[in-house]
Nanobody, 119 residues
Framework: VQLVESGGGLVQAGGSLRLSCAAS????????MGWYRQAPGQQRELVAS????????NYADSVKGRFTISRDNAKNTMYLQMNSLKPEDTAKYYC?????????????WGQGTQVTVSS
């Protein structure tokens, strides 16, 4: 499975961005997916996650009400709509996929896309 993020960039506080994560390869093995972010000097943290059928989502408290995660399984693509962006949202955002491998699940990661929010 390969994951490629896009949609990052520079935006002013209060603005919006939409991130995309396109999956390829053995996409039929992908289960839950999620977005993580990592700011310089900080640990990678979960931003939002979504189940395989898109029926259930989970958000970090810091982004609830501002970010929306979704996925289109027909297009093998996951999205993160980010509204009301704040300078503290500045980070590199990574796409994660839980891929079923036999009895286990393996984490796959994209290369990341930078989001910078100016004040």
């Amino acid at each position: 499975v390969q994951l490629v993020e896009s949609g990052g960039g520079l935006v002013q506080a209060g603005g919006s961005l939409r991130l995309s994560c396109a999956a390829s390869g053995s996409t039929f093995s992908i289960r839950a997916m999620g977005w993580y972010r990592q700011a310089p000097g900080q640990q990678r943290e979960l931003v939002a996650s979504i189940t395989s059928d898109g029926g259930s989502t989970n958000y970090a408290d810091s982004v609830k009400g501002r970010f929306t995660i979704s996925r289109d399984n027909a297009k093998n693509t996951m999205y993160l709509q980010m509204n009301s962006l704040k300078p503290e949202d500045t980070a590199k955002y990574y796409c994660n996929a839980k891929v079923k491998t036999g009895f286990w699940s393996t984490d796959y990661w994209g290369q990341g896309t930078q989001v910078t929010v100016s004040s």
